[in-house]
């Protein structure tokens, strides 16, 4: 069973880059047909996708984040990583990492919901 | 990009009763990409449909889901204690959006 475990800093300074890791545990990253995918969720708000990184590094990212966002996979450690750079008080959240499968069949797309989710990790953006 | 509302913004019933959970759409569109997702207080999301109307693994049978186009319905047959949570409907396509979620609470 596919498990999947953020990990980073829980308090970094305005202005400066937000590092996090997100270790597969039960899988490969590399194998499948998979969006290894961020979300993020402000306390008490709802959620927000950051982005995501195929199977094959293909990336995408939300057009309002995407001038600060860089996902990247590590296939020789297992884990997909996000970097935000340029943090504000306003990227204060707890951060998720999730999976999620997709077909891609006569060059239409099957996505199959996010299965997998980490558990979060909470970032505080301040001085 | 397509944006999801969600109604109501929260939902009071009382354990037994059904649920109606509303998802529109700012633009039609295939109903292979809209998901649900249910999140109590403290946990991740978990997802409890996919392709509009499959319900994910694990998922009871008292959810259902429906729709096309730009309205989409998520129903609770009979709500159970457990089921007292936010939801969200979630759009695939060039970008990957949530709606605002509904939070079904205890009347």
């Known amino acids: 069973q596919v498990q999947l475990q953020e990990s980073g800093p829980g308090l970094v300074k305005p202005s400066q880059t937000l590092s996090l890791t997100c270790t597969v545990s039960g899988g490969s990253v590399n194998s499948g047909s998979f969006y290894w995918s961020w979300i993020r969720q402000p306390a008490g708000k709802g959620l927000e996708w950051i982005g995501h990184?195929?199977?094959?590094?293909?990336?995408n990212y939300n057009p309002s984040l995407k001038s600060r966002v860089t996902i990247s996979v590590d296939t020789s450690k297992n884990h997909f990583s996000l970097k935000l750079n340029s943090l504000t008080a306003a990227d204060t959240a707890v951060y998720y990492c999730a999976r999620l499968p997709v077909a891609i069949r006569r060059g239409l797309y099957y996505f199959y919901g996010m299965d997998v989710w980490g558990q979060g990790t909470t970032v505080t953006v301040s001085s | 990009e397509i944006v999801l509302t969600q109604s109501p913004g929260i939902l009071s019933l009382s354990p037994g009763e059904r649920a109606t959970l509303s998802c529109r759409a700012s633009q039609s569109f295939s109903s292979s990409y809209l998901a649900w997702y249910q999140q109590k207080p403290g946990q991740a999301p978990r997802l409890l449909i996919y392709?509009?109307?499959n319900r994910a693994t694990g998922i009871p049978d008292r959810f259902s889901a429906s729709g096309s186009g730009t309205d989409f319905t998520l129903t609770i047959s009979r709500l159970e204690p457990e089921d007292f949570a936010v939801y969200y409907c979630q759009h695939y396509g060039s970008s990957l959006t949530f709606g605002p979620g509904t939070k079904v609470d205890i009347k």
């Open positions: 392709g509009a109307s």
């Open positions: 990184i195929y199977t094959t590094g293909t990336t």
